[in-house]
C-alpha cells in the first residue's frame, strides 16, 4: 500500500515557476515508478511526466518538455515537479501517482494522490 500526499500548488503568473512536492509513504517507494498527472475543468485527466524507480529514465509530454522537470529522492520518499514558464493552459489539478515498477504514460497507475490546484493567471 502506498499513500501519497500533494503539496506545492498554488496561484503563480503566466511565466513564473512552482515546485510540486508528492510525499510517499510505505517502504517499498523505490520499486514505484512515479508519475505526475494534471486535470483542468472539462478535460479528461492527462500525463504530464514520469520517473524511473532509480531516477535515471524521464519521460514528458510534449506540451511541458522543456519546460518541468520531475525527480525523486528515495531516501526521503518523495518526488517533485518543477514547473518553469508557466502557461495559462497549465493550470489544473495535479496529481501524484504510483505504478508498481515500470513507468507509463497513460493513467493505468496503481495509487493515486488527492492532487493539489495549480492557478496560472495571465
Known amino acids: 500500500q502506498v499513500q501519497l500526499v500533494e503539496s506545492g500548488g498554488g496561484l503563480v503568473q503566466a511565466g513564473g515557476s512552482l515546485r510540486l512536492s508528492c510525499a510517499a509513504s510505505g517502504r517499498t517507494f523505490s520499486s514505484y515508478a512515479m508519475g505526475w498527472f494534471r486535470q483542468a475543468p472539462g478535460k479528461e485527466r492527462e500525463f504530464v511526466a514520469a520517473?524511473?524507480?532509480?531516477?535515471?529514465?524521464?519521460y514528458y509530454a510534449d506540451s511541458v518538455k522543456g519546460r518541468f522537470t520531475i525527480s525523486r529522492d528515495n531516501v526521503k520518499n518523495m518526488v517533485y515537479l518543477q514547473m518553469n514558464s508557466l502557461k495559462a493552459e497549465d493550470a489544473a489539478v495535479y496529481y501524484c501517482a504510483a505504478r508498481w515498477l515500470v513507468p507509463s504514460e497513460t493513467a493505468q497507475y496503481d495509487y493515486w494522490g488527492q492532487g493539489t490546484q495549480v492557478t496560472v493567471s495571465s
Open positions: 520517473i524511473s524507480r532509480t531516477g535515471s529514465n524521464t
